[in-house]
């Protein structure tokens, strides 16, 4: 199946893109949505530390 990259909402803000990184835990519910990839970084390395669980770091 093939999808369109092309979102209709995208030029709305002058082609200003966010990037966002979201943090999930694989072992709880922890989850978080970050616009920084160190904050995100830091909070998944912060919480596999104290935890020991599995923290994965996504772009969306
Ligand atoms: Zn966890």
Redesign the pocket.
């Known amino acids: 199946m093939t999808r369109s990259r092309t979102r209709p909402d995208e030029g709305s803000n002058g082609g200003v893109i966010e990037q966002y990184y979201h943090v999930v835990?694989?072992?709880?519910?922890?989850e978080s949505l970050e616009v920084n990839a160190e904050d995100a970084r830091e909070m998944a390395d912060r919480?596999d530390e104290k935890?020991g669980?599995?923290?994965t770091v996504g772009r969306l």
């Open positions: 835990c694989h072992d709880c519910r922890v919480h935890t669980h599995s923290v």
